[in-house]
Structure formats: C-alpha cells, structure tokens
C-alpha cells in the first residue's frame, strides 16, 4: 500500500466522470415507494432471529447557520425549541424500532449526523441517550464506534466532557477550508482556534479517534490558499481526513445557488489542489484508504484495509459492514439484511407518520440476487483495490467471466489505459486508477444509465 497512488492526469482527464459514491449498492437513486412498514418489519424480525450485532444512525437535522455549499438534510433555525417536538418523535421511533429487536443485539457502532447534533442541548442530548441506552444494547465498557459530528462553532470544553460522559470515543469534525475569503463566500466562519480548542479536548478527555472533513472547489479556493489550510490540518494531526470534491448543483440544491459560480475554482486549479493535497498529506504519513478518505497507519481504516476486512455502507468506510445498519431520524436510511429502507425526508410528514405511531419509512428496494452479487463485486473493488473471481464464483455460484462476458470489452479498455490488470483469475486496480475506482465500479453497475450519472458528482 506505500505505492497505493500514482497521478497520471491524462487518466485522469478521461475518466473523471460523474458517478456513484457507493455508499449502497443498488444505490438510494433506485429506491421506490413499493418498500414499507411491512418490509421493514420483516427484516428486522429477520435480524432478530440472526442475532446480527447493530450500527445506529441518529440524524439531528437542526443549524443555527446555513452553509452555502451543503447537501445535506437540514432545517435553518436560530430557535433551538425546535428541537422538542421533534425528540419527541425521534424517541416515538426508537422505541417503535427496538421493540421489533433482540436485546441480545449489541451495538457496536453509533453516530449522530446531520444537521449540527450539538445544536441540542445538554440536557436533550442526555435524554436522547438515556433512550437509546434504555431501548438499544449500547455497550458500556467504550469497547464500541460511538461517533458524533462537530460543528467547533456549536461546541467547548463543557461539551465535549458531556459527550465523553455519555459514550462518544469519536468525534468527526466539520472544516471544509481556513481561508477567510473562503469562508465568507459559503457564510462559514470558523477559525483555527476554535477548531483546535475542540480537537484538543478531545484528546485531553481521550477521544479514540478524530476526523477532519476539507471540501475543495469551493468560490474563491487556490492551490495556494487550500495547500496552506492542509498543511494547517496536518499540524493538527487528526486520525482520519475526508477530503470531498464539491459538486456545484444549484439546480438540486437552493442554498448552492447563494454561490457566486463565477468564483468556483476551474477543473484544472482542482485536479491541482486534490494532486497537492495527495502530496502533502502523504508526506505527513496518511495512507490513501480509498474515494476522499486518508487516516495514518495505526488508525482502525488502514489496519482493517491491510487485513482486506474493510467495508463501506451508508457511513462510509467501516469496520462494521457486518452490522445491521438502524437509521433513525428524518432521512435516515436504514440497511438490513437486504433491505434499504428510508425515512421520509420532509420533516412534517417523519413527525405526522410517528404521531401516528407508524414508522416514518416512505421508500426503499430489497436487494435481488443479481443486486447482491453486484454488491459484492463493487465493496470489493471500492475497498480493497482488488477482486477475486473465485471467492465471487464460491460464494454466488457463478463463473465470474461467464456472468460478466458483456462487461469483458470494457474492462479490457481500462486495463489497456493502465487502470486496471485483468487476467483469469483477478482485476488488480493498479495505482494510477486508485483515485478512479468508482469508474472502475460503474462498469458493474447495471442501473447506470446516461440520464442517472447525471444525478451524481465527478469522480475528482
């Protein structure tokens, strides 16, 4: 893994294309409304029955502030009363959730999103817990992944000792970029210090692990002003990076359109920024895990990555893909056994569903066997870098070329381009076709037609 990426920006240039993050495979795009109540029922009977160990996703969707750049589900208000009415209902869901499930079942991973989950109070995030630990089998010996997002202009000191009391060992850090021009143009303002005074209370209260989220191609970046945000990133020395490209939607997304597009830095000043990123950060010691994300050697992600027991579900890259992944909250999308299931993501109608004592789940897809096979194919790939036909053909009883031989064409392009080695018996994604392995993944997907890439970000 030391040579885990080679740039080669003619590569580059032809396959950076719109795709995928696979997060899910299917992926939530083909979701529908044919899944329900009754589905979701079923599978958790079924997980019951297995006794598989749990992940639990708790989304609190409330910002005092708006991001311009941001995609994700969330509702703007500085009335943090807002936030009642809704507890009230997410704790209706855990209750109605857990009941369907084993006691037995132990919780090894846990993460609040969002939203800014430190928008809730000390006493409501107390409560929350004290829920959850009532209704779910949260582990108590700090043995489990227990993660919460940061916002360090919603946290301090008194904070970050309320959630290592409750059970948190990780803490996921929203910076995007330190360059105040930046800044002022997605309306964040957050500066150094206040991101180092929650880093180091983290580590003085023992935080297992600390993650950083940079974003690049935001209005007014530089390869100059974003390698000195990443150099200043490096100093703080955090376990984990995500480095996440910006895809500008304006169309989908309305806080986007506050953007000044004529700002956003060109596809050339980006491939500059991610390939002085790569640099710098390899420099300092991170290993390239795979898409955006980068973690020093002894961080749990390079270790499960050189064991090739690494996962990826809807919380990314994972140690804990063997879980049956609860999402609780507006939006929150669940993934048991075969089932993706998700909430409704307009905040009234997850509120009136729960009023109604009726699980808020309003659309989803169960896996077929040619979904599962194919889901197989891509974890491999997008974690591992590499597949091997055999362990396909053992566990789907398939002959993997046979399966696949209308694909054969393509792959054999990419292999001449230098992204991929193919022979009989495996597909090696070299070095160079590291940072585009999700184009080497669409070529399984058989749900990717030209009008649904359009939906996605680039690659890079």
């Known amino acids: 893994m030391l040579d885990a990426i080679r740039w080669d920006t003619d ?32 599978a958790l009977r079924d997980s019951r029955k297995a006794q598989r160990p749990l992940s639990l996703y708790v989304h609190v969707p409330f910002c005092a502030n708006i991001c311009y750049y941001c995609a994700c589900n969330k509702v703007i208000t500085k009335d943090r009363g807002r936030a009642l009415p809704y507890l009230q209902r997410l704790e209706q869901e855990i209750q109605l959730i857990a009941c369907h499930l084993d006691p037995a079942q132990k919780v090894e991973q846990l993460h609040f999103g969002g939203g800014t989950p430190t928008f809730l109070s000390h006493d409501e995030l107390r409560q929350l817990m004290a829920r959850l630990r009532k209704s779910f089998n949260l582990l108590d010996d700090d043995s489990g992944d ?135 950060l390899t420099a300092a010691g991170y290993r390239y895990i795979g898409m955006d994300h980068f973690a020093l050697p002894d961080d749990e992600l390079a270790i499960a990555q050189e064991e090739s027991t690494l996962q990826r579900n809807f919380q ?95 792959l054999q392009i990419m292999a001449g381009d230098g992204l991929i080695e193919i022979d009989n018996e495996k597909i090696s994604v070299l070095p160079a076709g590291r940072l585009l392995v999700r184009s080497v993944c669409m070529v399984f997907d058989a749900y990717l037609g030209e009008q649904n890439r359009q939906r996605f970000s680039r690659v890079i």
């Open 11 to 42: 590569l580059i240039r032809r396959y950076d294309l719109a795709g995928p993050r696979y997060t899910s495979y299917p992926t939530a795009l083909q979701f529908d409304g044919h899944v329900g109540s009754f589905d979701l029922f079923h």
């Open 316 to 410: 990314g890259y994972t140690t804990h893909g063997h879980c049956d992944l609860i999402g609780l909250g507006v939006s929150a999308i669940s993934q048991i056994g075969d089932l993706y299931c998700q909430n409704s993501s307009d905040l009234n109608q997850y509120q009136n569903a729960l009023a109604c004592v009726q699980p808020a789940t309003n659309r989803g897809l169960l896996c077929n066997a040619d979904d599962r096979l194919r889901r197989a194919v891509i974890q491999q790939l997008i974690c591992h870098f590499s597949l091997e036909f055999a362990r396909i053909e053992h566990d789907f009883n398939i002959d993997f070329q046979g399966y696949f031989a209308d694909l054969w064409p393509q």
């Open 146 to 280: 227990y993660g919460i997002e940061i916002d360090p202009r919603e946290a301090d000191w008194s904070t970050m000792g309320l959630l290592r009391e409750l059970g948190f060992n990780r803490v996921s850090i929203g910076l995007q970029d330190l360059d105040p021009a930046v800044q002022r143009a997605v309306n964040r303002l957050q500066s150094l210090e206040q991101t180092r005074a929650v880093i180091d209370a983290a580590r003085t209260l023992q935080f297992r692990s600390i993650n950083i989220d940079l974003i690049y191609g935001l209005p007014r970046q530089t390869p100059e002003n974003f390698a000195r945000t990443v150099d200043e990133v490096i100093a703080l020395q955090p376990d984990r990076l995500s480095v996440f490209n910006y895809a500008h939607l304006p169309e989908r997304f309305m806080p986007q359109r506050r953007i000044n597009s004529d700002e956003l830095p060109t596809p050339a000043q980006k491939l500059e920024m991610l390939q002085g990123t790569i640099q710098q």
